[in-house]
T-cell receptor
Framework: AQSVTQLGSHVSVSEGALVLLRCNYSSSVPPYLFWYVQYPNQGLQLLLKYTSAATLVKGINGFEAEFKKSETSFHLTKPSAHMSDAAEYFCAVSVRDSSARQLTFGSGTQLTVLP | DAGVTQSPTHLIKTRGQQVTLRCSPISGHKSVSWYQQVLGQGPQFIFQYYEKEERGRGNFPDRFSARQFPNYSSELNVNALLLGDSALYLC?????????????FGQGTRLTVV
């Protein structure tokens, strides 16, 4: 079974500051890892995914994440926050070599960007 | 191109009633998954269908059921509604059924049980 822990249910940063959202996973087999963003009253949009190629993954809107197997982490970063980044962010894991496509999500981190 | 469409967007039901939620995947996508997102939590996996067959089922009671039609659209049914079923129900479609394929989410159906 797999699980995801997102440290910090709320994170506040100033506009222009570094964004760091933390995600740790647990999986009995090598996982696929994802970050999704959710704006109010909307569905989820994929930011980036790790599927065993480069450990540093670049996504949309300037976000990137690094897969660290030794730390079982997949933290999301962005060098400079923008007001439009304010949203809820979810880390998710999916099992590799599975015939099913089940995403297990963390509980989310609400990002607030201060002017 | 149309994304994943879900209907209705909102509905209110009374405890004990039954509800049917609908999802149309992106054209060409053969896999549909359903998730329940309770306020303040991450989405929880309910079902996945691929080529009209159930590929996965989450830890939900038998009151929850789903099916996928020949055109790959899907319905989620919930019987004997409880207050705790109030949530945003999300549908996701993907080209294939495996774990590394990108899932595209609809905007969801907000179900309120009173």
């Amino acid at each position: 079974a797999q699980s995801v822990t997102q440290l910090g249910s709320h994170v506040s940063v100033s506009e222009g500051a570094l964004v760091l959202l933390r995600c740790n996973y647990s999986s009995s087999v090598p996982p696929y890892l994802f970050w999704y963003v959710q704006y109010p009253n909307q569905g989820l949009q994929l930011l980036l995914k790790y599927t065993s190629a480069a450990t540093l993954v670049k996504g949309i809107n300037g976000f990137e994440a690094e897969f660290k197997k030794s730390e079982t982490s997949f933290h999301l970063t962005k060098p400079s926050a923008h007001m439009s980044d304010a949203a809820e962010y979810f880390c998710a894991v999916s099992v590799r070599d599975s015939s099913a496509r089940q995403l297990t999500f963390g509980s989310g981190t609400q990002l607030t960007v201060l002017p | 191109d149309a994304g994943v469409t879900q209907s209705p967007t909102h509905l209110i039901k009374t405890r004990g009633q039954q509800v049917t939620l609908r999802c149309s995947p992106i054209s060409g996508h053969k896999s549909v998954s359903w998730y329940q997102q309770v306020l303040g939590q991450g989405p929880q996996f309910i079902f996945q269908y691929y080529e009209k067959e159930e590929r996965g089922r989450g830890n939900f009671p038998d009151r929850f059921s789903a099916r996928q039609f020949p055109n790959y659209s899907s319905e989620l049914n919930v019987n004997a509604l409880l207050l705790g079923d109030s949530a945003l129900y999300l549908c996701a479609s993907s080209l294939q059924g495996q774990g590394n394929t990108e899932a595209f989410f609809g905007q969801g159906t907000r179900l309120t049980v009173v």
